[in-house]
């Protein structure tokens, strides 16, 4: 079965679950029932994962999901701990965001699943599961993304207009600057493309694919050098 290479992270077309989940949180002077609840957050973090797609119908992707949290301060009421993070979410390769305005809530034995009410925890997950299998998308058919974009725009759309909503305008500043800039949307297509034809043994297609990229990506940098995307 044809290597799908995503900016050279190799990934397979399978039909299996979406991301693998590669959860770690760490935290200092923690007490042994914030370490006990830091232990059961990682395995829900991964849980859920593992049992929700993030992707569309149309193509089923297996991509490392790699999120890394550090506890910067944890605040009990009642059942429930408040959470505040640092937080690194990443696909092991050209993906990778950092959040530090991350905060929500988490108690003993919760369970996460998807609704439209806006949940700090599980809607944070999904927001970066979208933009990393987005981006994972353009890489297959050009502008391929724009679906699952749009599910991440909702999230902005719930959490900004939540209790929630500190840390969302900056993660709409980067949301806008990564699903606007075409130019180097569609240069994540056509490096794809290049390694589909070296894939089929087509040495100059691949070579042109590759000259078109690199323009998109010039172009980019001339609109935005500050562009971190």
């Known amino acids: 079965m044809k290597r799908i290479i995503f900016f050279l992270l ?6 299996a679950q979406t991301f693998v989940p590669n959860v770690s949180i760490e935290g200092n002077n923690l007490n042994a029932q914030e370490e006990r609840i830091i232990e059961e957050l990682k395995y829900t973090i991964e849980q859920y994962i593992s049992s929700n797609s993030f992707s569309n119908e149309i193509y089923k992707l297996t991509v490392p999901y790699r999120i890394t949290i550090y506890v910067t301060q944890i605040s009990k009421s009642g059942s429930k701990m408040t959470i505040s993070t640092n ?4 696909n092991e390769y050209d ?3 950092i959040d530090n305005s991350w905060v929500f ?8 699943y998807r609704e439209m009410i806006y949940h700090p925890l599980r809607d944070i997950i999904d927001y970066y599961g979208y933009l990393i299998m987005a981006s994972e998308m353009d890489a297959i058919e050009e502008l391929g993304g724009n679906s699952i974009f749009d599910l991440a725009n909702d999230i902005y759309s719930r959490g900004s207009s939540s209790q929630w909503s500190k840390g969302w305008s900056t993660r709409k500043e980067d949301f806008d600057k990564l699903t606007g800039d075409f130019r180097l949307r569609r ?6 493309q290049a ?20 323009k998109y990506l010039i172009d980019s940098q001339k609109l935005d050098a500050q562009n971190k995307f």
């Open 195 to 214: 390694f589909w034809a070296l894939d089929d043994g087509q040495g100059t297609k691949a070579w042109y694919f590759l000259e078109d990229a690199l």
């Open 105 to 112: 809530e988490f108690a003993e034995g919760e369970a996460l």
């Open 87 to 90: 937080a690194f979410f990443s």
């Open 10 to 15: 190799s990934s397979t077309l399978l039909f």
């Open 95 to 97: 993906q990778r965001y």
């Open 187 to 192: 240069a994540r297509h056509l490096y794809n």
